[in-house]
């Protein structure tokens, strides 16, 4: 399947490497090319130059915001939540009109000091932010309550015996997401949580997941929903 | 022990039954005792009236929200998170200060509609807005990410394996709390998840598990960490 990423952190990357080793076709968008190749230094975040991780990855094609989105028939969103509208707009309406977009962005605010609080919470949420703006768009929220690694393995985790979500307008489009995740990903079982107002629970259950990380000491991490 | 419950609804009931069961004096806090005794309406969470339920507890003492925390060596907060102010502050500095409160509460807002939203988050929480109003009361948020019935009977669900929280600024009330749940109720395992700033990722989680509720269908539901 031809997949458009927008983000080239940590998220986007391991995806798009995840993907692409296992026979997609995939185009990682950024908003400069060449700043993006051009840059020698490893990131706030620890990730070491793009060009690095590229050089490893040549199955992964690199492109603007606009060229990944207009390449992909399923469009995932993995730029940092404060960076998501723009990099949609620099996408172009007419690239993304239509299609599925997959947001697996958190709206972080680091600037309040650690752990991150949210820019967007409680009677609304990024997801529906990105929804109302482009309302063509089949916005799915998922994969946004787990760390990179094991979004794309989740098996390395109790054999994947955990819960990921799935939030969206679109029932058929929900479905379609749950069974890529387990198709591309071995994710075991995808809970269908409803309308795109549900991506509140996911994007509030955060401040849980950074709280539980920092008392057990590892974001490898995830819930399983018991019944 | 001697335990002081303020609320006579669902949870403090819940709570009240089995303590006083299980071998504990229990006085249960209101309002108004009068009242309380006097209502006989279902409420709007379908709760029979307080006297119906009280005829067959009759080992649980009613009394006004200051004689319950007087009584109590340990104090339980399971009024509704909007009444939890006014409730501890009936209840009397002075019979509250120095003691253990485990905040039950969540600060749901149903005046915008269902599901509810939060009347504070984020940068904030219910618990930490106790803990300021009362700072030499050991606040310590627990409970409040399960429904009443789970919170005494952890084991009728997958044996009671799923877990439960503690947060708190006084590391030892953590872990007397932690063995309380144990000792009282049976719960397996219990997270410290550290400061009563992490009050802030239980109260947030409600939405999810609102969701939850919604899209399973039973609120006898809990999340398990896996690691």
């Not at 990423?5 to 026979?23: E, M, P």
């Not at 993006?36 to 603007?64: C, I, S, Y």
């Not at 509208?85 to 650690?114: C, H, Q, T, Y």
């Amino acid at each position: 399947m031809r997949i458009g990423i927008l983000g080239t952190g940590t998220v986007g990357r391991t995806l798009a490497a995840k993907l692409a080793d296992t026979g997609h076709e995939v185009v990682i968008g950024t908003r400069d090319v060449e700043k993006t190749l051009g840059n020698n230094e490893t990131d706030a975040m620890g990730n070491p130059p793009f060009r690095n991780w590229h050089a490893q990855h040549v199955g992964v094609k690199l492109g603007t915001f606009a060229e990944a989105a207009s390449f992909g028939e399923v469009l995932i969103n993995a730029t940092s939540g404060s960076a998501s509208l723009v990099a949609l707009r620099a996408a172009g309406e007419e690239n993304i009109d239509g299609k599925i977009l997959m947001d697996i962005s958190n709206p972080l605010d680091f600037s309040r000091g650690m752990p991150p609080s949210l820019t967007v919470c409680n009677t609304d949420s990024l997801a529906e932010q990105i929804q109302r703006v482009y309302s063509g768009v089949k916005v799915v929220k998922t994969l946004n309550t787990v760390t990179a690694r094991l979004m794309v393995e989740p098996r390395q985790l109790a054999d994947g015996d955990h819960h990921v979500f799935v939030s969206g307008n679109d029932a058929a489009a929900r479905a379609q997401v749950a069974g890529y995740l387990k198709d591309w990903f071995g994710w075991r079982e995808v809970i269908d949580l409803g309308d795109i107002t549900t991506a509140r629970g996911v994007e509030m259950y955060l401040p849980l997941w950074l709280r539980l990380w920092g008392a057990t000491q590892t974001p490898v991490l995830n819930i399983k929903v018991v019944q």
